[in-house]
């Protein structure tokens, strides 16, 4: 997923993105990489979404990173069929 955060983009810009439905898991990793150059780089969120509804914050940045990519690792577990959604938020 890309996202331009340079003019036109304006303060409270949202982008998300989702994940099909996966089965219920006692222990799945979830590894991605993320890119956040710049000032004014806002939030990239990671959710685990159960019924449509988001759940809790799995994983969460702010800011500028640098002019590299990173790798995030997150363990998923859950009772009942998820998905997995991301929500970057311009400051």
Not at 9 to 36: E, V, W
Not at 58 to 63: D, V
């Amino acid at each position: 997923m890309y996202i331009e955060t340079s003019p036109p983009t304006r303060t409270g810009d949202k982008a998300q993105l989702i994940s099909p439905t996966y089965p219920p898991t006692a222990g799945r990793c979830l590894n991605f990489y993320y890119h956040m150059l710049g000032p004014g780089i806002g939030t990239l969120n990671v959710y685990k979404s159960q019924q449509g509804q988001n759940g809790p914050t799995i994983w969460s940045s702010t800011g500028n990173k640098g002019d590299q990519w990173n790798i995030a690792q997150v363990t998923l577990n859950s009772n009942l069929p998820f998905q997995v959604s991301s929500c970057f938020s311009f400051c």
